[in-house]
């Protein structure tokens, strides 16, 4: 019955196939799963975190009461009431979200995908911040944009260098809040007139917020939907307030992109999971997340200032870093003659672990950079970690 | 802080996006979810067959015992565990699979997507059955293909005109067992030969097999993935053998291209739900779905024959159908000139629905062509639903 000495295919890999390559740093940060290892690397949110007691719960009532619903197809655009509870958590006063602006996807990295299949073809220009999300270049890269790298500073991206670069482009892609890599945050002052621009532009501008929620200092400044929600594709998760593995987030924009996105998402997954979206509704609509969330911004934050104070402490005067208000990372720079990825390299024989900054840059990578994270490590941890890194760093000097 | 009268946004969309339409039958169909329709429409498994206590202990399980893990991000390529589990249940005594060859994905919908997208450029030729499945010709499209239309009969594809017609194809996408929408099955010789000139020609060989577990009548057909592991593509899923709302399937192929599989995923979603394949991992891995699918077998297969028994009983003798040995789906062909589209219309005014058949044609529409499904209905409507579409056809000739 089996064929005997076939042939061995010989693979002819679609041409954004082709440009797909196995990342050397991927690999090297295969090894920081070990326990031995100090990892700055992830961006993991802590499972300290999960609320596993009161989503079992949630499993529970769903299954024995709507198990038939729950188990069976669902609506390509998500779950009504879940929709629906989106929509009021996003509305202000003079801007009100309807539930049908909000699609449900697979978790915000299906948001970016879907984004980039509706809206990008080869050759398109995509405005991105350098640095930018490396999730979202990897997405939008897979329809093989022409990127153009907005410049920005402390207070993030620089609104005139929009409208200076992006004539023409099919959409811009921030993340103002706490910012992965950086960890900075875009001012009030620039959410006005990114909008602005990007309304007089004609340009959709994609706001992604996974880390809003996860304000340390202060409450966490207007979104630029609420600005221009006929203009402004906003971007949520559950996974940094809830639990990353269940696989969900959501995209808000106006009708015309959520039909499409609609059919762009019934020919890429037909749906997502009912039960996930049930289970997070009964989870989240009796206000769990407002007494919950401020559990994560105390943890978060007591280790992001011993991370802060191990910085100040142990890397040499020659480096500088970000003082994030909130989220995850800490974004250092060092000399620029010291390449992060041999750094990484060095820091891995003594059991530390961080992200080398290069990959996060769309077009020229500024190799002498590199991302933190500090939810994941206690305080004594973080310190020892710092502090190795800051002697290998004062040896590269 | 609103920004005063905006312009509303042009929207520039994708030139895959621009030929995504809003498909007249969907809407047509949304009317079939109401409860006084007698609907053959779906493509929905009955949820009568859904293991919720099973599932549901699962859930607390893993829960309580793994929550932290399950609850975390998980690795692209899927749960270890699952996968050797699937690998395990697919090899054969002389074709063994590894569980480096299986990825899971966000059900069997998200396969297509990943596989098109390595695999299909712009104009890339790509081999289909005539008809083929609505689902696969939505993914692939978006991918923009020149479809080849390969002819077949009862017997299914017809593998001299793969030889024929595929000469510099990416692909060849067949279902071989009780096809979606025709029902019929590929006889053991075709698949023999189709794996051949497959393989002699270069050619993947995608095998699409929701339902084969489904058998009706007899132990199901050999797998051609286990004729050839390096040549074909084998494509499962969990949704008609437990639920489908999990959205959990799989697919297996020769290294190269699970490799490109899994960046291309990374990219598109990160992973599928780790909490999701921890718990199916749990329901099936002592034997369960041994003891579960013959109850679904059962089930089906008596509202099968009740559907076959109306169709002899109440439609004119110049309409056809297949006799499908398991699956979910009768295949009617009416008279020529009957446009099936137009019968939906007056079947729905007498509560019935069914799919016409045009758009599982990849090129070529044969619009007197109609799909029937018997899962969801007890016998006594099946009886009444054929009735009505018997008299209905009677008066069309």
Not at 104 to 125: N, R, T
């Amino acid at each position: 019955m089996k064929l005997e000495n076939p042939t061995a295919i010989q693979w002819n890999f679609s041409q954004r196939a082709q440009k797909l390559q196995s990342s050397a740093i991927r690999e090297i940060l295969k090894v920081t799963m070990r326990p031995d290892i100090i990892s700055f690397a992830g961006g993991l949110p802590s499972p300290a975190t999960f609320p596993i007691a009161e989503m079992q719960a949630a499993f529970d009532k769903v299954l024995s009461q709507q198990g038939k619903i729950a188990l069976q197809y669902g609506p390509t655009d998500g779950y009504g009431p879940l929709r629906e509870w989106v929509a009021n958590r996003l509305s202000t006063a003079d801007a009100k979200i309807d539930a049908n602006q909000v699609i449900m996807v697979s978790g915000s990295q299906q948001g970016l995908d879907l984004l980039a299949k509706v809206l990008i073809d080869e050759g398109s220009k995509v405005m991105v911040e350098t640095p930018s999300y490396l999730g979202a270049l990897q997405a939008f890269s897979m329809y093989e944009p022409e990127y153009v790298s907005i410049p920005g500073d402390e207070g993030g991206l620089i609104p005139e260098q929009v409208a200076e670069l992006g004539q023409g482009a099919r959409l811009l892609y921030a993340l103002p809040n706490f910012q992965n890599p950086t960890g900075r945050t875009l001012s009030l002052e620039r959410r006005e007139a990114l909008v602005e621009i990007c309304a007089r532009m004609g340009i959709p501008l994609i706001e992604d917020d996974p880390y809003g929620a996860l304000s340390y200092r202060a409450e966490p400044l207007p979104k630029m939907l609420n600005m221009n929600p006929n203009g402004v594709i906003y971007m949520g998760s559950f996974s940094k307030v809830l639990t990353p593995g269940i696989r969900l987030g959501y995209v808000v924009a106006p009708r015309p992109l959520i039909e499409k996105m609609e059919q762009a998402k019934q020919a890429t997954d037909l749906h997502t999971a009912q039960l996930t979206q049930m289970v997070v509704y009964e989870t989240v609509k009796d206000g769990f997340l407002d007494k919950h969330i401020p559990t994560i911004r105390k943890l978060y934050s007591d280790q992001c200032d011993a991370m802060l104070a191990a910085l100040q402490a142990y890397f040499p005067s020659q480096a500088t870093w970000t003082k994030p208000e909130g989220g995850m990372f800490i974004w250092v720079t060092l000399p620029k003659h010291i390449d992060s990825a041999k750094l990484l390299a060095q820091a891995i024989e003594h059991h530390v672990a961080f992200v080398p900054g290069g990959p996060f840059y769309a077009n020229t990578p500024e190799t002498n950079t590199l991302r933190l994270s500090f939810v994941t490590v206690p305080p004594a941890k973080i310190r020892e970690g710092v502090e190795i890194l800051g002697k290998l760093i004062a040896t590269m000097l």
